[in-house]
């Protein structure tokens, strides 16, 4: 009996370790999305893997709250972080800490040696002695990082539109003209631009798509770790 619960455990375990192995060639996907329009703008960010099985967006509507809703497994779980909070707290300490600089300003008049002073020294002069190593270091692990940018990360352009219009209707006639030179050779050619030659404003929206290929992500970075641990 013992032996049997056994045999069920690591079959469990293969099962597991395999949907685990085979979820590294499901790609990750990342779509921002953002508009503008009467000076105000908004934004959204999902992230998704599996859709409806795992994904996150962050909606961006003000400048005080972020807006989160998690999917798990078909169950969406919304929060909402704060972020007026967290200024007018950072703006209570402020006063505080300008009190008990008061003090420390009355000493630094004396000329005398501090240790922290002498610390910060040597540090910024180790920092300079050791700039040419942190370019070796660079020069050695940015082609793992330029693979991983170029072959597993790709950036996809949905879709543009925009409203356009300057103070004077010439600038409004010149900044059309380059656009229609300019806009079919990028990577926007689907832009809906439409040119306001009689008010002044600014109004777009902007989607794109980033898709990232986890599997080849992860091999280069067990490269880039093999490599740094034989360095």
Same mark, same amino acid.
């Given at each position: 009996?013992?032996?049997?619960?056994?045999?069920?455990?690591?079959?469990?375990?293969?099962?597991?370790?395999?949907?685990?192995?085979?979820?590294?060639?499901?790609?990750?996907?990342?779509?921002?999305?953002?508009?503008?329009?009467?000076?105000?703008?908004?934004?959204?960010?999902?992230?998704?893997?599996?859709?409806?099985?795992?994904?996150?967006?962050?909606?961006?509507?003000?400048?005080?709250?972020?807006?989160?809703?998690?999917?798990?497994?078909?169950?969406?779980?919304?929060?909402?972080?704060?972020?007026?909070?967290?200024?007018?707290?950072?703006?209570?300490?402020?006063?505080?800490?300008?009190?008990?600089?008061?003090?420390?300003?009355?000493?630094?008049?004396?000329? %005398?040696?501090?240790?922290?002073?002498? /610390? !910060?020294?040597?540090? =910024? @002069?180790?920092? $300079?002695?050791?700039?040419?190593?942190?370019?070796?270091?660079?020069?050695?692990?940015?082609?793992?990082?330029?693979?991983?940018?170029?072959?597993?990360?790709?950036?996809?352009?949905?879709?543009?539109?925009?409203?356009?219009?300057?103070?004077?209707?010439?600038?409004?006639?010149?900044?059309?003209?380059?656009?229609?030179?300019?806009?079919?050779?990028?990577?926007?050619?689907?832009?809906?631009?439409?040119?306001?030659? %009689?008010?002044?404003?600014?109004?777009? /929206? !902007?989607?794109?798509? =980033? @898709?990232?290929? $986890?599997?080849?992500?992860?091999?280069?970075?067990?490269?880039?770790?093999?490599?740094?641990?034989?360095?």
């Amino acid at each position: 009996m013992f032996i049997l619960i056994l045999k069920i455990l690591g079959i469990l375990l293969l099962v597991f370790t395999g949907i685990l192995l085979s979820t590294l060639f499901i790609q990750l996907k990342v779509r921002l999305q953002g508009a503008y329009c009467d000076k105000k703008g908004s934004g959204e960010i999902s992230l998704y893997w599996i859709k409806y099985v795992f994904d996150l967006r962050c909606r961006i509507a003000d400048t005080d709250h972020l807006h989160f809703v998690l999917r798990l497994f078909f169950i969406p779980i919304p929060f909402r972080l704060s972020l007026k909070k967290t200024a007018s707290a950072h703006r209570v300490k402020e006063p505080k800490k300008a009190e008990t600089q008061k003090p420390r300003f009355e000493k630094e008049m004396v000329p %005398e040696s501090t240790p922290e002073k002498e /610390a !910060l020294k040597d540090r =910024i @002069t180790h920092l $300079l002695d050791t700039k040419d190593q942190l370019f070796d270091v660079w020069k050695k692990y940015y082609p793992f990082l330029k693979k991983i940018y170029v072959r597993y990360i790709t950036f996809t352009p949905e879709s543009l539109t925009a409203r356009i219009g300057f103070s004077e209707p010439s600038q409004t006639a010149l900044a059309a003209g380059m656009s229609y030179s300019i806009i079919p050779l990028s990577p926007f050619h689907m832009a809906d631009i439409q040119w306001d030659f %009689e008010d002044q404003g600014l109004a777009f /929206a !902007l989607r794109i798509k =980033i @898709t990232m290929k $986890l599997y080849g992500i992860f091999c280069t970075l067990l490269h880039l770790y093999w490599v740094y641990n034989k360095g």
